[in-house]
């Protein structure tokens, strides 16, 4: 579905759109919804699983801001802050992290056991992990790799980075 809506300035969707609301699972939440913005450019809903392409205008992800039955999600550049737990105990496969993206938060994929494949700003060449800055934040869970060296390049690794990485043997 496409959905016009008027074009604004950036959008965080924690201060607008965070009570109660979720994207993905059954599709949009209107219920709780403050403003008649709608951040979506398009929301699909096909065997079982959500697909969500946002409008340029989102610039916050909050934690748990998307309901679980969503396969892959990728977010507009302008989006500057994915917060803690974003995408915790969330079915997706795929997450595209825009360039614009400056700050990620603690734990954001915790959970999301279906994740196969991270691409764009702060993730591995091979789509298997996100980092930002000297910080490993997560590995894909069901990314294909069998074994993993972390590099000597992060000074810190987050609680439950590995978590559920069923594919790794060491």
């Not at 969503?70 to 997450?95: C, H, M, T, W």
Request: contains cysteine; negative net charge.
């Amino acid at each position: 579905a496409k959905f016009d809506a008027p074009e604004t300035e950036g959008i965080n969707i924690s201060d607008d759109y965070y009570n109660g609301c979720h994207w993905g699972g059954w599709g949009y939440s209107y219920g709780s919804y403050h403003t008649s913005y709608n951040p979506l450019v398009s929301n699909t809903y096909v065997d079982g699983v959500g697909r969500l392409v946002f409008r340029d205008t989102v610039t916050n992800i909050p934690r748990n801001a998307f309901g679980s039955n969503l396969a892959s999600v990728s977010l507009p550049n302008g989006v500057i802050q994915i917060e803690d737990y974003a995408f915790e105990y969330r079915k997706i496969k795929e997450l595209h992290i825009p360039e614009s993206v400056e700050l990620i938060g603690s734990m954001i994929c915790m959970g999301s056991d279906n994740l196969e494949k991270v691409t764009g700003r702060w993730t591995s060449e091979d789509g298997s992990y996100i980092y930002h800055n000297e910080r490993f934040v997560c590995y894909a869970p069901s990314h294909p790799n069998t074994e993993f060296v972390v590099p000597d390049t992060f000074t810190e690794i987050e609680s439950y980075a590995f978590y559920h990485a069923r594919n790794l043997k060491r």
